[in-house]
């Protein structure tokens, strides 16, 4: 237990951009982000409507607001991928190159919904997050937060959520910069998951867990025992 708090970077004071952000899962990653005192833009392809996201989700003492996912992509020391899987590799081809050098956070999972519940689709790449590193060539790709419920993250009654976050992804230094981002959340722990080809399944785990949401009627998350 003890490794994963220690030697970790410190990643105080980065500035958080989150693209598609003004959905449920951009705004709850803001609002938490925010609240932990990071300064979190919020992208969407309207400006006015991710200053309206902003504004809901800002915790004072943050220059938390809202722009463009173009503007916001340039922006941020950090860029996290909330948009649906329909529109993921467009919008990641339309960003190259305000998002080249950067990490770039995809918890993307790519889902079918039909009368029995969700499924996860196949994925020419392998996953949204090789997706992601096969278009961000110049980007340091890291999958991370495909487990985490919005609803929990949105809701202000919840001041703690116990949940190991996995984070996959091919450069060290990267995981764990986004390893301690995860820690910046109450109860969340960022726990390496493997590599980017590894990726599929976290992503098509979340099918199973909304199978579990709607059995127990619960937000389930997931614990990694014995690290
Ligand atoms: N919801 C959850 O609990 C949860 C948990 C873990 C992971 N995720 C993943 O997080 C992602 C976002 O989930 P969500 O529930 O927040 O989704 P969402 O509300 O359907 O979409 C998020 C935002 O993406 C933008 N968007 C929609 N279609 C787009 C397109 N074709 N191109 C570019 N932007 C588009 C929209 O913003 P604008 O219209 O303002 O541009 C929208 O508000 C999904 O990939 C999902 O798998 C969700």
Not at 41 to 52: C, H, K, P, Q, T
Request: hydrophobic content about 45%; aromatic content about 4%.
């Amino acid at each position: 237990m003890g490794e994963h708090r220690i030697d970790l970077p410190d990643v105080d004071g980065l500035i958080i951009g989150i693209l598609g952000g003004t959905g449920d899962q951009g705004k709850g990653l803001a609002r938490r982000f925010s609240l932990a005192g990071h300064t979190v833009l919020i992208g969407s392809r309207n400006a006015e409507r991710a200053e309206e996201a902003a504004r809901g989700v800002a915790a004072p003492g943050t220059r938390t607001r809202g722009a463009e996912n173009a503007a916001v992509a340039a922006e941020a020391d950090i860029v996290i991928v909330a948009v649906p899987w329909d529109g993921h590799r467009a919008l990641l081809e339309s960003l190259r190159d305000e998002l080249s050098g950067k990490i770039v956070v995809d918890c993307v999972n790519p889902l079918g919904f039909d009368k029995r519940g969700a499924y996860a689709l196949p994925v020419e790449e392998g996953s949204a997050a090789q997706q992601a590193a096969a278009v961000l060539t110049g980007s340091r790709v890291v999958a991370a937060f495909h487990h985490v419920s919005a609803v929990l993250l949105l809701d202000p009654e919840v001041d703690r959520i116990d949940l190991d976050v996995l984070v996959l992804g091919d450069d060290r230094e990267a995981t764990d910069i986004v390893r301690a981002l995860a820690g910046r959340i109450p109860g969340f722990r960022g726990v390496y998951g493997g590599r980017l080809r590894n990726a599929h399944q976290v992503e098509a785990l979340t099918a199973n867990l909304i199978s579990i949401n709607r059995r127990y009627k619960a937000h389930a998350g997931i614990r990694i025992t014995d690290v």
